[in-house]
């Protein structure tokens, strides 16, 4: 299958602090990225859907202001977590998906802690 | 919007047995049913999909069965090893490859050797 990757794969930051997570695929186009957060034991929540050279679409209840996504190519989307607060601390996924199927390939996830 | 719901939310098999998880959908418009298996601390990864124009799909140990009228599919795997052990999430989405995908919220299967 196809690859996507994810920078950094952790990061351990201060409250208050920005922090941005690199989505890329690495051997196809990424028409569409999706963001997710996890918490654990729990499901894959979507915050976020972004198609290359347009405005993300945000989940309810997800701030856009403070969760940034950016997707300015076919092969890279960014999500940046502006004014970390503790309760932001979570595993972020991203997932890209080409335009001539459905199928969605990860990234290996970034776990984000702030102190 | 589209609802998925998994059960059950935690299984425990003895190897060799077989494990059943069961998805519902609301949409009637989702047409590509994938299955994932994740890990913990790891990726999603593709196991199975199986899109609206098919009811049943195999893959080894994996089948995946799809009832349209009934708005449900189910995960069928038999024969099962301690490495089977992990979260397992349904999902369901409508055509369109900018189309979200929606999760079901996790089976936890253990197989206990």
């Known amino acids: 299958g196809a690859v996507v990757s994810q920078h950094p794969s952790w990061v351990i930051c201060k409250s208050g602090t920005s922090v941005k997570i690199e989505c890329r695929s690495l051997d196809f186009q990424a028409t569409t990225m999706f963001w997710y957060r996890q918490f654990p034991k729990q499901s894959l929540m979507l915050m976020a859907t972004?198609?290359?050279?347009?405005?993300?679409?945000?989940e309810q209840g997800v701030e856009k202001d403070k969760f940034l996504i950016n997707h300015a190519s076919l092969t890279l989307s960014t999500l940046t977590v502006t004014s970390a607060h503790p309760e932001d601390s979570s595993f972020y996924i991203c997932?890209?998906?080409?335009?001539?199927?459905?199928?969605?390939?990860f990234g290996p996830g970034t776990r984000l802690t702030v102190l | 919007g589209e609802n998925v719901e998994q059960h059950p939310s935690t299984l425990s098999v003895q190897e060799g047995d077989s494990a059943v998880i069961k998805c519902t959908y609301s949409?009637?418009?989702?047409?590509?049913f994938p299955w994932y298996k994740q890990e913990l601390g790891k990726r999603p990864q593709l196991i199975i999909d199986?899109?609206?124009?098919?009811g049943e799909k195999k893959d080894q140990r994996i089948a995946v069965t799809l009832n349209k009228t009934a708005k449900h599919f189910s995960l069928h795997i038999t024969e099962t090893q301690p490495e089977d052990s992990a979260v397992y999430f349904c999902?369901?989405?409508?055509?369109?490859?900018?189309?979200?995908?929606?999760f079901g919220t996790g089976t936890k299967l253990q197989v206990i050797p």
């Open positions: 999902a369901a989405s409508p055509p369109g490859g900018y189309q979200k995908v929606t």
């Open positions: 997932s890209a998906r080409g335009n001539t199927y459905n199928e969605q390939f």
């Open positions: 949409d009637s418009a989702s047409n590509y």
């Open positions: 199986i899109r609206s124009n098919v």
């Open positions: 972004s198609n290359e050279g347009s405005k993300a679409t945000y």
